[in-house]
């Protein structure tokens, strides 16, 4: 084979993946029913395998209650709680978190002061296997008073079949590719083939991480908790009576207090004094002439 047909052969080959690659996306969801197994893997077979099986579609509530089972569920819960002591109540809930087999994620609080006392607040983010999630959100609710709670299920078994069928199809074009990179023999075709492998070794890793965090959001619930202690009541000020003032501090107010009158005495006369002038005078005048002629 001469090094130019071998060239073009190299080129179509490559084109020919690429194709193939834009085309993975949408066959694989149409080639295979998703079927999940309890490890949290999926596995794909398509219709006629199952019809050759010769074990129909289970009917009635039975096969509904088999779909069920067999979803990937991501399952997610929010608590907010008023507890009389912070750190009581989570150690309590993360106490039983552990029971379950589940551990916390995340933590925040904070410390609030009012007057003299301090209150807490704070937010705990628990992770627990999938078919303990119930009975935990019972157990927290149980901890205190519930102001708020409510519980997401997101179903993601579309996503992984769809990824499945995808690193299938990836895998198969990273070996094709893989052999084309050691058939090619010049400069040219080694670069174009290698930087395709590179790409599709790079989706690869995507996918296969993107598949292992739904798998763990699968396997453990997430339970978001609010932790609320109760503030203590603002302090009423108190009172001192009139005749338990000091000799110093009953004086100095005395003498605000005349400051006080003074000052307005004259703040009074300089507003009035216009008036005086204005209207005082000429009747003070007319109550003269009045007295003396009359």
């Keep these: 084979m001469s090094r130019s ?97 589940g551990f916390v994620s995340d933590t925040d609080q904070r410390a609030h002061h009012r007057g003299n006392e301090t209150f807490t607040t704070g937010r705990v983010v628990y992770r627990v296997p999938k078919e303990n999630f119930s009975s935990l959100v019972a157990q927290v609710k149980a901890e205190g008073e519930v102001e708020r709670s409510g519980t997401n299920t997101r179903d993601v078994t579309d996503q992984l079949v769809d990824i499945e069928a995808r690193l299938t199809n990836l895998r198969a074009q990273r070996e094709k590719l893989r052999d084309l990179y050691e058939n090619a023999s010049d400069t040219e075709n080694v670069l174009a083939v290698q930087e395709r492998l590179s790409e599709v070794q790079t989706e690869i890793e995507r996918l296969e991480a993107k598949r292992k965090s739904l798998r763990q959001r699968v396997a453990y619930s997430t339970v978001t908790v609010e932790l609320r202690e109760e503030p203590p009541e603002n302090p009423k000020p108190e009172r001192t009576k009139w005749y338990e003032t000091g000799l110093l501090a009953a004086f100095s107010e005395s003498v605000h207090g005349v400051a006080v009158v003074a000052r307005g005495i004259t703040v009074a006369a300089a507003y009035s004094a216009p008036y005086v002038l204005a209207f005082g005078l000429p009747l003070g005048g007319v109550a003269v002439a009045w007295r003396r002629f009359g």
Excluded: H, Y
């Design 5 to 101: 047909t071998r060239k073009r052969w190299l080129l179509v080959a490559l084109a020919v993946l690429v194709v193939l690659a834009g085309c993975s996306g949408s066959s694989g969801g149409d080639a295979a029913q998703a079927t999940v197994s309890d490890g949290g893997g999926v596995q794909t077979a398509s219709g006629d395998e199952a019809r050759a099986s010769g074990s129909g579609p289970p009917t009635g509530s039975k096969a509904a209650s088999m779909q069920i089972q067999q979803r990937e569920l991501i399952r997610t819960g929010n608590v907010t709680l008023t507890v009389a002591n912070f750190d009581r109540s989570r150690q309590n809930i993360s106490a039983a978190v552990e029971a379950r087999g």
